[in-house]
């Protein structure tokens, strides 16, 4: 902090005072609101808080609070303090909270929202960039995404030296990190291709193969990767190959896993030494919890758009488990719905579904095109009595999610 000017370390000890207040009398965790009053104290208290620190963004439509918490923890592996905002408060306040409540911390690991990307690259110079994906989702939340594509292409462009760590199965990620002076490939998969099949340069079809993805047209092809998720394991840059063995289910996180061992072998930390620290994060934010209530064992799982829906499904128990759907159509989820009609409920066909949220009927009416018998229900303490005594998944999108947890505590 001795090194701040004397506005900064006001507007620090004043934002870390209201996140306090915001913890203490239950309003919040107060990862926005300190950076909010600091940044009204100092404009620039960003850029100042991020000199001098090796900086890591992530960002992508999907899977952005969970990789940082996975290179959090490989970064840790080198026994340094990491600052990071781990409840994913991904805009400038929220990495103004995350950096003043570790002054001293020479890493952070900062997820950032993929639309301002380009911005917080300017305020905090990084060393490395993380880019998982670009996927369509709600359009009066988010900006169309070849445009973010573009706007990342820029901004790599401007700044050449920073390091990219990107996915090199998703076209559109690889296009846009294709103008960065230093990439890391890593081959972390892409289940979903609805939003891939033109060329992000020429606009020509994307053929497929064995060998990836390539335009017929330009010339755009999949860059050769030199880390790769194959099946339950990591291959390493050396070609060295480990079992994954992680805590956290489904093959999203293990790419999520595979981007955050390349970010941590960039720092010096091995894959030996990372793998352990990745296998201890069991949840992340409530995500991935299990809560008992009332002898019934409910998983919490968040899906916020069709590819985050398709690898939520991906989870799902494989006892034909009864599972619960949650949809509300506030600020934070987008207030269209229309993008349910792009996710495939058929392969929940066979189980019991219950349906709850502020838009249940939107997503009944979705079930029922999809021929998914299902029952409403009033909220989350209405299905667990509606299930017998065992195992209930819970698909949650953004605050249908945190109004469940605040409904079984915030232990979940």
Known sequence: MSRLPIRARVATTLGDAAG???RLTGRGDGSVIGGVVGLKVAPDLLSQLSAGRQIVLVTGTNGK???????????????QEVASNAFGANMESGLVSALSSAPDAP???LEVDERYLPAMMKATSPRVVVLLNLSRDQMDRAAEIWMVARRWH???AQMPDVRVVANADDPLVAWAAGSAGQATWVAAGQRWLDDSWCCPRCGSHLRRDELGWRCGECGLSRPSA???LEGEAVIDAAGAVRELALALPGRANRSNAVMALAVASFFGADVEQALPHLRSVASVAGRYTSVQRRDR???????KNPAGWLEAFDVLGPDGRPVLLAVNAQVPDGKDTSWLWDVDYRVLRGRTVLVAGERKV????RLEAAEVPFEVVDGVEAAVDRVPPGNLDVIANYTAFQQIRATLGRSA
Request: hydrophobic share 55%; aromatic share 8%.
């Open 20 to 22: 306090k207040v915001s």
């Open 362 to 365: 939107d997503l009944a009416v």
């Open 154 to 156: 820029e901004a790599f």
């Open 65 to 79: 609070t969970t990789t940082t918490r996975l290179v959090t923890a490989a970064v840790r592996s080198l026994g």
């Open 226 to 228: 030199r880390w790769v």
């Open 297 to 303: 064992t409910l998983r919490l799982l968040l899906a």
């Open 107 to 109: 890493y952070a690991v």
